[in-house]
């Protein structure tokens, strides 16, 4: 996929919030109206840093190797969450259990991306002279070792 199948989602998603926002600011205590909007950063954020351009600079600026995937998997998270917190405010109801709903909400989206994050990091040292575990066929197996 070349990064005009990104760039252009991230610019409309760009017009979409900027069209929203004067009604954020004349509104900000609806939660539907909050819940819309970070839905439309969240998804415009996604499509601009999972452009290959955009990875690769992100990840020399940072010079951490793969520091954009924890940062596309955050904001893919967010996305989630958003979508989640739509749907809880579309759904209606007393505002106390919207709250609450939105709370646990959160949390488990926090607690996922975290047990994500920990699951994900690997326990043992890495091998060979790219990072990664190799077999070639001339790497001798325990069967063959053992002649």
């Known amino acids: 996929m070349s990064d005009l199948a990104s760039f252009i989602?991230?610019?409309?998603?760009?017009?979409?919030?900027?069209?929203?926002l004067p009604s954020l600011r004349r509104n900000t205590r609806d939660p539907l109206l909050r819940a819309v909007v970070v839905s439309l950063l969240a998804a415009t954020g996604v499509f601009y840093f999972g452009a290959t351009s955009t990875i690769v600079k992100v990840?020399?600026?940072t010079g951490?190797?793969?520091?954009?995937?924890?940062?596309?998997?955050?904001?893919?998270?967010?996305c989630c969450g958003s979508g989640?917190?739509?749907?809880?405010?579309?759904?209606?109801?007393p505002p106390a259990c919207?709250?609450?709903?939105?709370?646990?909400?959160?949390?488990?989206?926090?607690?996922?991306?975290?047990?994500?994050?920990y699951a994900r990091s690997p326990p043992s040292a890495r091998h060979?002279?790219?990072?990664?575990?190799?077999?070639?066929p001339t790497t001798p197996t325990p069967r063959t070792s053992a002649k």
């Open 98 to 117: 919207i709250r609450r709903s939105t709370g646990w909400c959160c949390a488990g989206t926090y607690a996922a991306l975290a047990v994500a994050m």
């Open 128 to 136: 060979g002279s790219n990072g990664w575990r190799t077999w070639t």
């Open 84 to 93: 989640i917190i739509l749907i809880i405010n579309w759904r209606g109801g």
């Open 64 to 78: 951490v190797p793969n520091f954009a995937a924890p940062l596309l998997y955050s904001l893919l998270m967010a």
């Open 59 to 61: 990840n020399e600026i």
């Open 9 to 20: 989602p991230a610019a409309l998603g760009t017009v979409a919030v900027l069209v929203r």
